[in-house]
């Protein structure tokens, strides 16, 4: 039987951030929070899934920052610090909190961070690339890359440092996996015509956009978005459907916002005596998250309910039925109006939604994939490149220039806070043309010169205008941008000069040790 197709994206990315220089970072702790959160909860409900025997197909994007970190071994013995912590505070909630309604909350953070350490020790990180890669080898996902250090390529001011974050992304998409990626993820979702030369000139075959990106395309697609549309140049572009994605995504009608799960924003950190935690803080002492979060959002203020695993997850089991339900029942629709031909319905999601945020996201995603999948669905599961070999005749037509994310023009990523931040980087990437060139006759002056990419890259990732604009951590996102690009004018002045202090030049290659394997090629 024809079917239609559903094609889920899971894009999981962090910003690159590694402090050697101290103890306890709390920065960091955003990538220990989305791998004992989301990613190593999403590999074993997959693995759950595939040991069911379960036929799925899956994709997921994994940014070239996100794997470098993961594959630091540095950075790992530090996650399982951060693990080994979280467990003696478990253990003393325990005793706090003995016969309270708060005891099923606490036992089911102690017995997930007790089977991660007894699972992965301090190998947490390799643990998520090799459990992906797995899963990639057993035909079960695709893995996908994005540019470098996550640009929003339309706003770079020269074509050479779109093509230096595209290339770099599939290079390292290659050292981590072995194979050049078919499939890019564009920083999001921000497209405009400049993106498309450095695709193709990098092999990438497909991508996805917002949903207007493809629906006011030209000539206006047949299919809306329920079929992909390819390029004059050949890039294939598939858009997200905007049912399926409200439906999670939707703060206010999403399922995330449902009052038996668990509340983000409460949390022991700010709840317990200080006495009783002021061990776990920060050396500063001050009161921050500590990752264990005891009620639902059931409730205003201190009236919040305690959080029930067991009802969560049978809340999140009658919440994927219905999501997939509702897919069934939105191809069939959609059919209607194709002229009985099935449509791709396409639904990206940022991954870190699915236990770190939305922390019965993976029960919901496991029970999903095996609703969509059963014997007399009439949908199934599918990748990019699945959909794109059995539809030789894909439509012809330009994109609209597009992000998703607030009113879908760019508009968080350049405004009043965070504008001032373009003039800096345009600058910089016009000197990195002029060193590459440099370097091309003079090789001394080459590794400083990587370096100076490194800077120029992790100044451009679309994550510090973000946390500016969005006044989330903008303090620490603001020093980061300004300190890349004071050691970017630094190093290239020491290269103009001919004239290096290596001592600075070690420090940043091991305090921004990213892309070991950068070359000036990427500028030159």
Request: hydrophobic fraction near 35%; aromatic fraction near 10%.
């Amino acid at each position: 039987m024809d079917k239609a197709k559903w094609l889920l994206i899971l894009h999981c990315h962090l910003p690159f951030i590694r402090h050697p220089e101290h103890v306890d970072f709390l920065e960091e702790h955003w990538l220990f929070e989305a791998m004992t959160g989301s990613y190593l909860p999403i590999i074993e409900s997959f693995q759950n899934l595939t040991n069911k025997g379960i036929d799925f197909r899956v994709t997921v994007s994994l940014s070239p920052t996100l794997c470098e970190m993961l594959a630091d071994s540095y950075l790992q013995k530090k996650c399982a610090n951060y693990i080994e912590k979280r467990i003696k505070l478990c253990e003393e909630e325990m005793k706090r909190l003995k016969g309270t309604d708060f005891e099923p909350a606490i036992e089911f953070y102690r017995d997930r961070f007790v089977h991660q350490i007894s699972m992965y020790g301090s190998r947490a990180g390799e643990s998520v690339l090799s459990g992906f890669k797995g899963l990639k080898e057993a035909g079960r996902i695709d893995i996908i890359t994005c540019p470098a250090t996550h640009a929003l390529l339309p706003l770079c001011n020269s074509p050479e440092s779109v093509s230096a974050q595209v290339e770099q992304g599939c290079r390292n998409h290659e050292k981590h996996f072995g194979e050049r990626p078919q499939g890019m993820w564009l920083p999001e979702c921000a497209y405009s015509p400049e993106v498309i030369q450095p695709l193709t000139d990098s092999g990438i075959r497909y991508s996805f956009l917002e949903s207007h990106g493809v629906l006011l395309a030209e000539p206006t697609p047949a299919r809306g978005v329920f079929a992909p549309i390819r390029t004059p140049e050949g890039i294939i572009f598939f858009a997200r459907d905007l049912e399926s994605s409200k439906q999670v995504w939707s703060k206010d009608e999403g399922y995330p916002g449902d009052p038996a799960y668990r509340d983000f924003f409460r949390d022991v950190g700010f709840d317990a005596p200080y006495e009783n935690i002021k061990t776990h803080l920060h050396s500063r002492g001050e009161r921050h998250p500590l990752g264990l979060k005891y009620h639902r959002i059931m409730g205003e203020g201190e009236d919040k309910m305690p959080y029930n695993p067991q009802l969560a997850k049978q809340k999140a089991i009658e919440h994927a039925r219905h999501f997939a339900d509702s897919r069934k029942k939105q191809a069939d629709i959609i059919s209607q109006y194709l002229d009985g031909e099935k449509p791709i319905i396409v639904s990206p999601y940022d991954g870190e939604l699915f236990g770190h945020w939305w922390l019965e996201g993976p029960w919901f995603l496991e029970e999903v994939i095996a609703e969509i999948e059963s014997e007399n669905s009439n949908i199934q599961t599918c990748t990019a490149m699945d959909h794109i070999a059995d539809n030789k005749a894909i439509q012809q037509s330009v994109p609209s220039v597009s992000t998703w994310g607030y009113k879908g023009y760019y508009e968080i990523w350049v405004e009043g806070k965070n504008d001032w931040i373009y003039r800096h980087l345009a600058m910089a990437e016009e000197e990195m043309k002029r060193l590459a060139q440099k370097c091309q006759r003079d090789k001394n002056r080459e590794r400083p010169a990587r370096q100076c990419i490194r800077e120029l890259m992790l100044a451009q990732s679309s994550d510090w205008p973000f946390l500016i604009g969005t006044d989330s951590s903008a303090e620490y996102a603001q020093k980061r941008l300004q300190s890349h690009i004071a050691d970017f004018w630094r190093l290239a002045e020491e290269i103009n000069n001919n004239s290096f202090d290596f001592s600075l030049l070690e420090e940043l290659e091991n305090t921004h040790n990213l892309f070991k394997d950068i070359r000036c090629d990427l500028y030159s």
